[in-house]
């Protein structure tokens, strides 16, 4: 599990445009959004690399959680 703090995802909106992106690199990837906790969760055969990509192509400032 990879899981990514969003601070500046805010909304619903915010978490639909996170999980498209996400789907765009991993159709399969399976993502949990707490958009009170700004946190992303995401299993995924994708690095961390390619996730936090696709999530700053989106407009969002992923930081991974280690």
């Known amino acids: 599990m990879i899981e990514f ?3 500046d995802m ?3 909106h915010c978490a639909g445009r ?3 992106a996400i ?3 991993d159709a399969g990837a399976k993502v949990d ?3 009170d906790s700004h946190t992303v969760s995401v ?3 994708a690095s961390s690399d390619e996730l ?3 999530i700053k192509d989106a407009g969002y400032t992923p930081q991974l959680r280690s």
């Open 33 to 35: 959004i707490k958009i």
């Open 10 to 12: 805010t909304c619903g």
């Open 18 to 20: 996170i999980t498209k």
């Open 52 to 54: 936090a990509e696709a």
């Open 43 to 45: 299993q995924s055969n």
């Open 5 to 7: 703090n969003v601070q």
């Open 23 to 25: 789907s765009g690199v």
